[in-house]
């Protein structure tokens, strides 16, 4: 390294006479740096970049595709955008972002006329989408209740983990997913949930459960919900989904509203990524329900103290377009029907899948694929066989047997149902 | 039920960012926002440049751009141009693919993913920061968990460096520690080292193998030109060492609400700068996922075009020499009124914060009989003056400094 770049700076001619201090620590501070590895979901699109096969096919990451299995705008946003643009500064939000925006997302979770909203008892802040949510909430709740646990479902993205261990909070499991019958473990839940100690953080998946698309029934929440009273239990919802997974907004937001029916102060994470299509802005709001306006404010407050040294300020662009979309009726209405019409594409998806399936005369019941919800697929199938659909037939998703149902086509449906039939006829 | 959050405390307001609030709250017409360092034009008003509005509007017309997530790394070119906008074009530290360089949420952002990225990988957990620095910085070091001491840095009796302090305290610092520096336009003094004292500064880290982390939010802003305020951190590049570096372009591109910056981890190897942005990636990840797409968009696009590049340098000049008037003008007004004190450093330190000197109590009354608003320790942003309202500043100095003491 020294030689060289004697040798340069002489070629250059400009052999300046200098201490050349930086040159003696010969080695680098980061020598023992190892690669880390790649992310488990974001990595299996970037394998998917890299492969030349014409067939290959990405149900890989949870990003919505239309039947070309292309990316989509949406109209609304396109709309948002073009009245945005050339108009407005760019100066700082405030820590907490944008007020309007911020209104306008407590309104899909809460209610439009919720009353937690009218007597100001909700702590609200913009955060950078559902990751950037979670990990202030996981930081607030790291900083003010130090000797809490998270539990987190089994299984549950990823990123979740990552997330709550990042922010130092220990982190324990409850049963959610059932493998025999591809839905839920509910005794398992429950039991889980009971055993518990009093006042514990539990994380639920509000809708479209991430990876498995399994969801409580409207009943079951409700026990969920009393057996949580029972317990004293916090309940942190994270809302990737809302309008995606029935197509229906409140529809989809019905566990969060029964809680809030039965006295909980809950936390939610709310993300635009999925259902305005806004994934690279970043988008979404993290809040909190508190006891009274004075705590929301205090609580609110506390939560810019943890955005300041991250970031600063949340991002404007993102908030604008999702305040101009919800701040407009008529555009508000076009996103409604945009958002049903993705629900019901993937729908729509489920039902081919399935049936295709069966056409093939696959020995194992498909049923699982119309029963869950939402983008995601849990399959059923094991790495080896996922690994399969990778080496022979080009088709990338994350190890775990999630497909995106988002990134099914009627186009490749066949192949797709064909392949799965080939790796999982002889199990 | 029982909230089991009933034990949080109420927040303190940010005293940067609670100045403004203040100041919005103030009906008084003759009040003065002289706090936060945002730009503004001769009438005061916030600007957006024509360059920028000019990406923007070939962004939002470009009907094949998506909204798909970008990679957790940010965008690619944007990483690429950003690293030669403050290495410089032929720097050999980018030729030979030595720099990993990670989008990020403006300056704070790239400061915080680096500081965290510091305390699970770098040997050493302590950071020299400088007295005084920008109230942020020891904040997002806390939280990264790094500790924080301090180096000497500003003189209030000569309202310049206390160049001798900074040596003894950095030459006393442990082997490896890391240390934060202001590369221009140091917030809030404006009290910049000469090239001279760079160059001992660059020797005395490298002799002591301290790690240096630059934060540059001002390249361009300072002295108008884009590679004199990079000066600094070439010089340290160019010795073989190795550095971090944060970027903002929320004011040398005015993209403040934007949040764009870039984190650069400068080191001695491709194979290990390759490594280095793997495990950034994984800081990242559950901070935030991936970087928000717009602003780097702007940014890249502007950047790419050798013509809006241009357009650029030259209103980022405009901005920066307005800001030098302003400072000539306040100068000039206080020499005029006879106001004691020695004034010079006014035009002496550089950027858009000028360490007036004035204390807590003097800026209390200012704020309180002339409706200014500023930051508790004196800082005032020379972007908030103009013309107009350069006299209504100096009558208010005048009496702050005859009147309280």
């Not at chain 1, 399994?214 to 994270?238: C, G, M, Y």
């Not at chain 1, 019901?344 to 399936?357: C, H, K, N, P, V």
């Not at chain 2, 934060?180 to 080292?193: E, F, I, Q």
């Not at chain 2, 193998?209 to 390249?219: G, N, V």
Request: proline share 5%; glycine share 8%.
């Amino acid at each position: 390294m020294a030689a060289m770049a004697i040798r340069n700076s002489a070629s250059r001619g400009t052999m300046m006479s200098r201490q050349i201090w930086g040159l003696r620590s010969m080695s680098s501070w980061w020598k023992n740096v190892e690669p880390a590895p790649k992310d488990p979901i974001l990595g299996v699109t970037e394998a998917f970049l890299a492969d030349p096969s014409p067939d290959k096919v990405n149900v890989g990451v949870g990003a919505y595709r239309d039947d070309n299995g292309k990316p989509v705008v949406l109209e609304c946003v396109r709309e948002a955008e073009r009245r945005i643009a050339g108009t407005s500064f760019m100066e700082y939000l405030p820590m907490g972002g944008s007020v309007k925006m911020v209104d306008e997302t407590l309104k899909l979770a809460y209610g439009d006329n919720s009353e937690f909203i009218k007597d100001k008892k909700i702590a609200a802040v913009q955060s950078l989408s559902g990751t950037g949510a979670c990990r202030l909430f996981a930081d607030f709740q790291k900083r003010f209740r130090p000797d809490s646990q998270i539990y987190i479902p089994v299984p549950t993205w990823s990123n979740h983990h990552n997330i709550w261990r990042d922010a130092q909070v220990t982190q324990k499991t409850y049963h959610y997913y059932h493998p025999e019958t591809k839905g839920l473990d509910f005794s398992g839940l429950m039991d889980d949930v009971k055993n518990a100690p009093e006042g514990s953080f539990f994380l639920l998946h509000a809708c479209a459960h991430n990876p498995t698309g399994v969801d409580p029934t409207e009943e079951q929440w409700r026990e969920i919900s009393q057996l949580f009273k029972a317990k004293n239990h916090f309940a942190f919802f994270d809302m990737a989904y809302q309008g995606f997974a029935s197509g229906d907004p409140a529809r989809d937001a019905k566990s969060i509203r029964i809680f809030l029916e039965d006295g909980h102060h809950i936390g939610i994470s709310q993300s635009y990524a999925k259902n305005m299509g806004l994934y690279g802005q970043r988008v979404g709001c993290l809040s909190v329900l508190c006891e009274d306006e004075k705590q929301a404010v205090t609580v609110k407050s506390q939560l810019q103290q943890l955005a300041r040294p991250m970031y600063s300020n949340p991002p404007l662009h993102g908030a604008q377009i999702v305040s101009t979309i919800l701040g407009d009726p008529a555009l508000k209405g076009l996103w409604l029907k945009e958002v049903k019409v993705m629900a019901d594409r993937i729908i729509g998806m489920r039902t081919a899948l399935r049936e295709s399936l069966e056409k093939l005369g696959s020995p194992l019941s498909w049923e699982h694929v119309t029963k869950q919800i939402g983008m995601f697929c849990y399959s059923g199938m094991t790495p080896e066989q996922v690994d399969r659909l990778t080496s022979e037939y080009h088709i990338y998703m994350t190890r775990n047997g999630r497909i995106s149902m988002a990134g099914v086509t009627t186009g490749n449906v066949g192949y797709l149902a064909n392949a799965i039939h080939e790796v999982t006829k002889s199990s | 039920m029982d909230s089991v959050f009933s034990n949080v405390d109420r927040a303190p307001e940010d005293p940067i960012l609670g100045v403004t609030v203040a100041y919005n709250n103030d009906p008084s017409p003759a009040k003065l926002n002289l706090g936060v360092g945002a730009y503004r034009t001769e009438e005061g008003k916030p600007l957006v440049l024509d360059v920028v509005r000019r990406a923007e509007q070939q962004l939002v017309n470009d009907p094949s751009r998506v909204k798909e997530y970008i990679p957790i790394a940010g965008l690619a070119d944007f990483n690429k141009l950003s690293a030669k906008l403050i290495l410089g074009a032929d720097s050999p530290a980018i030729q030979e693919s030595r720099v990993a360089t990670i989008q990020c949420l403006s300056g704070t952002g790239s400061l915080r993913v680096g500081a965290e990225f510091l305390k699970k990988h770098y040997h050493q957990c302590v950071i020299f920061i400088p007295k005084p620095t920008w109230g942020n910085h020891p904040k997002v070091f806390n939280l990264a968990g790094l500790s924080v001491e301090y180096y000497r840095y500003y003189d209030p009796a000569t309202r310049g460096l206390d160049f001798q302090g900074l040596l003894e305290d950095l030459g006393a610092a442990p082997s490896g520690a890391i240390v934060l520096l202001h590369a221009c336009a140091h917030n809030p003094t404006g009290v910049d080292p000469t090239s001279e004292q760079w160059e001992k500064i660059r020797q005395l880290i490298r002799s002591k193998s301290l790690l240096p982390f630059f934060d540059s939010a001002y390249q361009g802003f300072a002295s108008g030109s884009l590679d004199t305020d990079a000066h600094s951190v070439r010089t340290f590049v160019a010795d073989g060492g190795e550095c971090l570096i944060a970027q903002s372009y929320a004011k040398n591109m005015g993209l403040y609400g934007e949040r764009v910056g870039a984190l650069s981890i400068v080191c001695k190897s491709a194979d290990v700068a390759s490594k280095v942005e793997s495990q950034v990636k994984l800081v990242v990840r559950p901070m935030y996922s991936s970087p928000p797409i717009h602003g780097a968009s702007i940014v890249a696009t502007i950047l790419k075009s050798s013509d809006m590049y241009n357009d650029w340098t030259i209103e980022l000049k405009g901005m920066a020499d307005r800001i030098i008037s302003m400072r000539q003008q306040l100068f000039e007004a206080l020499q005029a009124k006879g106001t004691p004190g020695d004034w010079s450093h006014i035009i002496k330190q550089i950027g858009m914060f000028t360490f007036t000197g004035l204390n807590k109590e003097q800026v209390a009354f200012m704020t309180k009989e002339y409706h200014i608003y500023m930051t508790s320790d004196g800082r005032i942003s020379m972007a908030g003056l103009s013309t107009k309202t350069v006299p209504h500043l100096v009558d208010a100095i005048h009496a702050a400094v005859t009147r309280v003491v």
